[in-house]
């Protein structure tokens, strides 16, 4: 009998890879990917040159001898503009250096959850948050939400449930500032209210504000983190959409007792410190100019997507304007199940996000899908969105007919 290496790997893991990297499909409007003609190359040549001249010899020591928390410079960085942005008042001891926010993720998950503990999560949410969430045994539970952001009375209701099950509320998770997958911003009001319900049922509070610094009008709503008082709030950005995902440098912000509990989680040495170092040189001269030239290319192809979206598909393809970001959750006839359409879609090259994997009750999202516009070109989501079309005509018949303008 030969070696079969299922017989050996530990329970309960999660599904095996489906098969090696073969390339992105044609039409790729998934993956929460950034617009690489946006990149400022020159900039970050310039910036990396410049940080392996100032710091190149200390690579040689973990940490670059700055600490566990991630390179200094970038976190001085980092506290005047989440003042500036977020009007958070920071120092560099509230902020860690993560692999990306997703590793923020996990070190929030392992400093305060055990298994059986409930977070609750806005009805629409990042997948990945929720494939951690059932990786770390812990359930979640999706509260309602409008344009504003969580519905309080819907948030009492929910808490409610939860106790009458016996069961512990750990955390509200939330994407209060471009909403990953509405693209909604919560408003003040909601913010002091979500506060306030977290108060009162001694509830922390996740803030993830991965997208925040990609919003059209250049105006946000300060952080839920810079309206608390009592270290209830923990927050995490990233470098990701407002740079580069592949450089996986995110951070994640809270005070220091938090922080100091999150620290031993890391066990990874630190994370790349050439990386950090670059985005000191670069944020400090250049942040400020590229992130609005990039929002203005975002919103470009936002409203392409919209024009392909009315013009490929009509009235049968109901969206809100995302109010920054990369991505528009779509929402199509109920004869349209979205999870048949996303496999139809990939066979004619047409990528997508079915949107039972973007909500906390996979039924409520059976109809919808979310479409990322930061990658493609303008003529992939011209073209790529017309594919979608046609492949939604042929499988369910809506549109009514391909490139219609009419539902019936
Ligand atoms: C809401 C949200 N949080 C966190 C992440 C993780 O991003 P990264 O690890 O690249 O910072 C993503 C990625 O798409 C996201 O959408």
Redesign the pocket.
């Known amino acids: 009998m030969g070696f079969n290496l299922a017989a050996h790997v530990r329970a309960g893991l999660p599904n095996p890879a489906p098969a090696p990297f073969k390339g992105f499909a044609p039409y790729y409007f998934i993956g929460?990917n950034n617009a690489g003609e946006a990149l400022p190359i020159p900039e970050l040549i310039d910036a990396a040159t410049r940080a392996l001249e100032k710091e190149g010899r200390n690579l040689a020591i973990y940490n670059l001898q700055t600490g566990p928390q991630g390179y200094r410079p970038l976190r001085e960085w980092l506290v005047k503009r989440l003042k500036s942005w977020c009007q958070m008042d920071v120092t560099v001891d509230n902020i860690l250096l993560t692999s990306?926010?997703?590793?923020a993720?996990d070190l929030v998950h392992q400093v305060l959850l055990d298994p059986g503990d409930v977070v609750v999560v806005e009805g629409g949410t990042?997948g990945?948050?929720m494939s951690r969430l059932k990786d770390s045994k812990a359930e979640y539970v999706g509260v309602a939400m409008d344009d504003d952001g969580i519905i309080p009375a819907e948030l009492e209701k929910v808490l409610a449930q939860i106790k009458a099950q016996g069961k512990r509320c750990k955390y509200v998770y939330t994407?209060p500032t471009v909403q990953?997958p509405t693209g909604t911003i919560m408003s003040l009001e909601r913010r002091h209210a979500l506060l306030e319900i977290a108060r009162k049922h001694d509830l922390m509070i996740f803030e993830?504000d991965?997208?925040a610094d990609l919003i059209w009008t250049g105006k946000r709503p300060p952080s839920i983190y810079s309206l608390d008082t009592e270290g209830r709030v923990v927050y995490?950005g990233?470098f990701?959409k407002s740079i580069a995902?592949a450089l996986?440098v995110?951070y994640l912000v809270a005070k220091w007792d938090f922080i100091a509990q999150a620290l031993p989680c890391k066990t990874d040495a630190g994370s790349g410190a050439l990386e950090q170092t670059t985005l000191a040189m670069f944020c400090e001269q250049h942040f400020d100019a590229h992130v609005a030239k990039l929002t203005a290319l975002f919103k470009q192809k936002c409203d392409a997507i919209q024009d392909a979206l009315h013009e490929s598909f009509g009235t049968a393809a109901e969206f809100r304007p995302p109010e920054g970001g990369i991505f528009i959750w779509v929402t199509v006839p109920e004869e349209v199940d979205t999870t048949k359409l996303a496999q139809a879609a990939a066979a004619a090259g047409v990528a997508i996000n079915p949107g039972r994997e973007w909500v906390a009750d996979p039924e409520s999202g059976k109809h919808s899908f979310r479409l990322c516009f930061g990658q493609p070109s303008f003529e992939q989501i011209k073209v790529g969105v017309a594919k979608l079309a046609e492949v939604c005509h042929e499988q369910f018949g809506v549109p009514l007919r391909s490139g219609n303008i009419e539902r019936s």
């Open positions: 929460g990306g926010s997703l590793q993720l990042y990945g948050t994407i990953n993830d991965c997208y995490c990233s990701s995902p996986r995110g």
